[in-house]
């Protein structure tokens, strides 16, 4: 036998075999250039979505470079419109991440609510390379195209192997094609694996590149935007609280001295006020009040004088004309009467005793009105001071009562102040959520009542029309499961023909999938006269629908019972339908395992009958190379004896 060299060009397809028919190799070079175009295609593609990522990476890294964080509060604001002006899609990325940024101004800080991968990441920067579905299946796609190579140069070879024939040399000759179909055939997997590997690289080495920019970019933008945890803005609260709670109470005993301090100085201030008042009010009142008192006195002493004067002057003169007038009087009657001179001498003596009696009398009188009236004056005059001396002593412990009291309730008012501020301080946060969680459940309510009225309005609208589009969905699906009975029709004669090629026993399996065919129709039938007696149900409920509907203008009570009764309605009518779909989805389940079992047992005879004539055909090439070596070492002896 010659020795074989093997040499790494017998690997290289010739291309200039594309257009040659007839030739093996023709196949290897279809297959070869192939998987070189869509290897370059893939590969440009890949190429333009590195760079697309690069650029994206590129432009977001521009705009922080050379911004320190004691510059972040000045500019922050104009990276904005540079992110814009640089890539739209740039742009709206940066735009969502400024959104997140807060700025603090008592450490004069920008900070950042998110992390910059939220934003910043392989799916949004760099989305067509790492996401891409159709470049991860690329080394599929070639791996496959060189198996379909090896498939069809082993489908030739076999095709060129006449093993009816008796011939010897053409036996040689299928052995050789089939040899040559099988070196095709693993060229063309060998460059499909070849070209799977090196696009597998290349994309895995472009991704990795891109996710490690993507990555740098995102430690340096969460470097100057440090993120700001909730933790850290309750600790900044508590903080705040806790200095508002020390401002309040510094706040509280400053307003408690201030207003001690302005109590005692309007203390004073009354005090010297109310003696001032006193002073200027009451002394000269009191001056006037007895210069008033003693001239009164006096004046009412010399009227009371000269009153019983003219009185007693009155009566004297009086007195002294009656005298008169008894002296002529008596006169006459002395002169008239001499005899009753003794008598009238005698009732003269008893008139002027009586006369006498009546002037001690009155006189004593006079005497006692006067020591009276004096008496009196010197008792209201003693009574009126003694009033004005208790009046100034009931003012004067009124003024210290009230000073007393006015000190208290100031007391008082600040520690209620002080309690005041305490209280608020505590209760204002727990104020603020109830009444904001309040205020979400009222609009929560409102937006719920809102929407129950307007399903409410539209609710018996909708049912009908849902009936109606129920009994044209019943109608498509019969028309749909009409269809797909004479799809299983065809199916049926497909699989006859196909059954009748593969064996003459699946004739049996014919008239048990005519069977399933005609049980099949039967249940259609069944289906459609479902559907009929749902299409009347229907009906019938759009008359009682009507009917309700009149029934409503009268009796609002009833709507709840009549939908009530029409959902009822329909959960029957879906429980039908939904039974139906049953025994249609488990006859055509029972139809296809039955074709199934049965296309599987003929398939698997045909396999065992196909592996036996493998393994003839094997043997017979096993026997036809014994002979060949046998007739090759017969010959060689008489090959020498020639020459």
Not at 4 to 20: A, M
Request: without cysteine; charged residues 25%.
């Amino acid at each position: 036998m010659q020795e074989q060299h093997f040499s790494l060009t017998s690997f290289v397809p010739d291309v200039s075999l594309l257009f040659s028919s007839g030739d093996p190799k023709q196949l290897t070079a279809i297959t070869f250039v192939v998987i070189a175009g869509l290897l370059l295609y893939f590969l440009i593609k890949l190429l333009r979505e590195f760079h697309i990522a690069k650029r994206r990476t590129a432009h977001v890294a521009a705009l922080v470079e050379g911004v320190d964080k004691a510059q972040l509060p000045t500019v922050y604001r104009e990276l904005r419109a540079r992110a814009r002006e640089r890539s739209e899609t740039v742009g709206d990325l940066w735009n969502e991440f400024h959104e997140s940024l807060v700025y603090s101004e008592r450490d004069d800080r920008v900070y950042n609510t998110l992390d910059a991968g939220h934003f910043f990441n392989p799916y949004s920067l760099a989305r067509g390379l790492t996401d891409n579905r159709q470049l991860a299946a690329v080394p599929g796609f070639l791996t496959a195209i060189g198996v379909i190579g090896t498939f069809a140069g082993l489908q030739m070879g076999l095709s060129g192997l006449d093993l009816s024939s008796g011939d010897v040399q053409v036996l040689i000759d299928g052995i050789k094609g089939m040899i040559q179909g099988a070196s095709v055939a693993f060229i063309s997997s060998l460059w499909g694996v070849l070209a799977s590997v090196l696009f597998n690289a290349m994309e895995k080495s472009a991704e990795r590149q891109v996710r490690s920019r993507i990555a740098d970019l995102q430690n340096r933008l969460d470097y100057l935007f440090p993120r700001i945890t909730a933790e850290h803005s309750l600790r900044e609260i508590q903080e705040q609280s806790a200095q508002s709670t020390e401002a309040l109470q510094g706040l509280a005993e400053r307003i408690g001295d201030k207003m001690q301090e302005a109590l005692v100085q309007s203390s004073q201030a009354i005090r010297s006020g109310l003696e001032e008042s006193l002073e200027r009010i009451l002394a000269p009142a009191l001056a006037k009040l007895a210069e008033n008192a003693e001239d009164n006195s006096r004046a009412m002493l010399e009227r009371l004088t000269d009153t019983f004067l003219d009185r007693v002057g009155s009566q004297a003169d009086a007195q002294r004309d009656a005298l008169a007038g008894a002296s002529n009087s008596i006169n006459q009657a002395i002169e008239s009467l001499a005899d009753n001179l003794k008598t009238s001498g005698q009732a003269q003596q008893e008139r002027e005793e009586r006369m006498s009696g009546k002037m001690d009398e009155l006189l004593g009188r006079v005497v006692g009105e006067f020591e009276r009236q004096v008496g009196s004056m010197g008792t209201v005059e003693a009574d009126r001071a003694r009033r004005m001396q208790e009046q100034l002593k009931a003012s004067e412990e009124a003024r210290q009562q009230h000073e007393a009291r006015m000190s208290s309730e100031v007391t008082g008012l600040l520690q209620n102040v002080v309690s005041t501020f305490g209280q608020q301080a505590e209760a204002i946060g727990a104020a603020d959520a109830q009444r904001t969680q309040k205020l979400t459940e009222q609009l929560e309510a409102l937006g719920g009542v809102s929407e129950r009225l307007a399903d409410l309005k539209t609710s018996f609208g909708e049912l009908v029309d849902a009936h109606r589009a129920t009994i044209d969905a019943n109608r498509k699906n019969t028309v749909a499961m009409a269809e797909t009975t004479r799809q299983f029709d065809a199916f049926a004669k497909n699989i006859d023909q196909a059954t009748t090629k593969l064996a003459s026993g699946v004739d049996g399996a014919l008239e048990s999938a005519g069977q399933v065919s005609n049980a099949a129709q039967q249940t259609v039938l069944q289906a459609q006269q479902l559907l009929e007696q749902g299409g009347q149900l229907s009906s019938r409920l759009n008359e009682v629908i009507t009917e309700v509907r009149e029934i409503s203008k009268y009796s609002n009570g009833g709507l709840e019972t009549v939908e009530q009764y029409l959902r009822q309605s329909q959960e029957h009518l879906k429980e039908h339908v939904a039974e139906l779909k049953e025994s249609v989805q488990s006859l055509l389940d029972e139809y296809a395992d039955r074709v199934k079992s049965q296309t599987v047992e003929r398939l698997s005879t045909w396999n065992e009958q196909t592996e036996q004539f493998t393994r003839s055909m094997v043997d017979s090439v096993k026997l036809i190379q014994d002979v060949i070596d046998e007739m090759e070492a017969k010959g060689r002896p008489a090959a020498n004896a020639y020459r």
